[in-house]
């Protein structure tokens, strides 16, 4: 049969894969090793992804940058729910890239005799998306982590900080590499370290000027707004970039989904994990802003813009507090670049094992780690090093992962609408009506937060950051061409070798 007229998948491979996959035909799979508390001991880092924002959404927004991370919380909640339950659906799917994959690169799109299929592709940019959101973490924290040692440590003030900056991240992306290469219970285990020594001291420093006396509330009641906001055209705009922001910051919990195929049980281990570090997110993003802003007053948050948990440190547990501070911002950037580094490598497994980027990026170790992807990603991140600008790289790095999340949410509503998706197994459901709730967050994502970010992009950094993000977001359709022709290569080579297989009747 013509393949172009069939779809590939049948009601039982929904679940499980196409047969066409290059995943079936490797006998190596992502190995089911660890439990919802590791997945979520891995996704921890997540909370500390407010620690940049905090001084930035202040400056535009005031103490209204608290509301925004509440209503980012809920909406975080909105849009996981419907993950959750996608992730329940294709269990060994990784995350919203796998989900687009399947969903989209299963429907038969028939275009150019079969050349192109539109929905393949469409799933394989979702994918390259959430990508680029996850990746540019680690270059991001490398950097500043290296500007932290740079300037706290006299014998590195000699070197030059993007040179610095490259070692720290070999250090990190290698170390992190050969911890993981075993499979994600040495993940695991760091993770619960990590969380330890960043997310504790992080609450002490937070909760103690409540305790102190050092909070006024006034801080926060008398300051909603700057005093020359209106609510214009432009300033509406403005709300939707922060948005768009808090979302790359505060959903980011949705990768505790993308581990769906290493969980012993992804169909009640998926489910826990997302919703458990969606609560300690809106404990910890509402509470930290609320800290920050109540202690140090709008002016006062902006002094200290890059970095105002040190004042506080230092005002409620004295000079020791500002070495404690120090130790935990680096704990912290060490647990988010290891959350990134390994949600960004099963984006790129994801998307070669679906056949939308080069082959030899599915491939695994002994352990069944993707240590291809790995290695590719940190070396992507080593070039995003050398721009050596850590809110330029957010920036274009936030219009990715609202269109993958755009996009993760329409695929959800499909899968309710389709007849025969809709039939399929769910053992974790998002409440009846769910898919009106997910097609609103999803035209919010695009075209709105989209647009937001885009022009907030403009106003604050230029056109560049826009054009970079636009720029690598493109680079996915050369990669997919040349992934669509390495396909048909295997195939014709398939093809040609089950007809050599096939005995001659030499009497007829």
């Not at 937070?206 to 509330?217: E, K, R």
């Not at 599915?362 to 291809?372: A, C, I, R, T, Y």
Request: glycine share 8%; proline share 6%.
């Amino acid at each position: 049969m013509d393949e172009d007229t069939n779809p590939p998948y049948s009601q039982v491979d929904w679940q499980h894969g196409s047969e066409c996959s290059r995943a079936s035909c490797d006998p190596k799979e992502l190995e089911r090793s660890i439990d919802w508390k590791q997945g979520l001991a891995i996704a921890l880092g997540v909370p500390l992804l407010i620690l940049p924002s905090i001084g930035y959404f202040t400056s535009y927004v005031w103490a209204f940058s608290i509301v925004v991370w509440v209503l980012t919380i809920f909406l975080g909640f909105f849009q996981n729910f419907a993950f959750g339950e996608l992730a329940t659906v294709f269990p060994k799917a990784s995350g919203l890239p796998g989900y687009t994959q399947t969903v989209f690169g299963s429907v038969s799109n028939k275009s150019n005799n079969g050349k192109f299929k539109l929905g393949k592709f469409i799933g394989g940019f979702s994918a390259w998306s959430y990508w680029f959101g996850w990746s540019p973490v680690l270059a991001i924290y490398a950097i500043l982590i290296g500007s932290y040692m740079h300037g706290l440590v006299p014998a590195f003030g000699a070197i030059p900080e993007t040179l610095l900056s490259l070692l720290v991240g070999a250090v990190i992306f290698g170390g992190l590499a050969i911890l993981n290469s075993k499979g994600l219970k040495n993940g695991a285990t760091v993770g619960y370290i990590l969380a330890v020594v960043s997310l504790v001291p992080l609450l002490v420093i937070t909760i103690a000027p409540f305790l102190t006396g050092d909070f006024q509330m006034a801080n926060i009641t008398g300051s909603w707004f700057p005093t020359d906001w209106v609510w214009d055209m432009k300033h509406i705009l403005i709300l939707f970039g922060i948005f768009a922001m808090a979302e790359w910051s505060a959903c980011a919990w949705e990768t505790a989904a993308i581990y769906g195929p290493e969980y012993k049980n992804p169909n009640t281990d998926t489910p826990k994990a997302l919703l458990v570090c969606g609560a300690i997110c809106l404990v910890l993003y509402v509470l930290v802003q609320t800290s920050v802003i109540g202690t140090l007053g709008v002016e006062g948050v902006l002094s200290e813009p890059v970095s105002p948990m040190l004042p506080i440190a230092n005002m409620t547990l004295g000079s020791l507090g500002a070495s404690i501070t120090i130790v935990m911002l680096i704990g912290a950037m060490l647990l988010i670049i290891q959350t990134a580094f390994l949600s960004s490598a099963r984006s790129i497994y994801s998307m070669s094992v679906e056949g939308n980027l080069p082959k030899f990026l599915s491939k695994l170790n002994s352990h069944g780690h993707p240590m291809n992807a790995m290695l590719a990603d940190a070396l992507f991140n080593m070039f995003l090093i050398l721009l050596g600008t850590p809110t330029a790289i957010l920036a274009a790095s936030a219009i990715g992962y609202i269109c993958a999340n755009g996009i993760s949410l329409y695929t959800y509503v499909k899968v309710r609408k389709d007849p025969e998706l809709s039939k399929l197994e769910r053992p974790f459901k998002a409440p009846r009506g769910w898919k009106n709730v997910a097609l609103a967050t999803a035209f919010l994502n695009i075209p709105f937060f989209l647009i937001g970010i885009i022009y907030l992009n403009s106003l604050e950094l230029g056109w560049n950051t826009t054009f970079v993000g636009f720029s690598v977001l493109c680079l996915f359709i050369p990669l997919w061409i040349y992934s669509q022709k390495e396909k048909r290569e295997d195939m014709l080579e398939g093809e040609i070798k089950e007809k050599e297989a096939i005995p001659v009747d030499i009497t007829a």
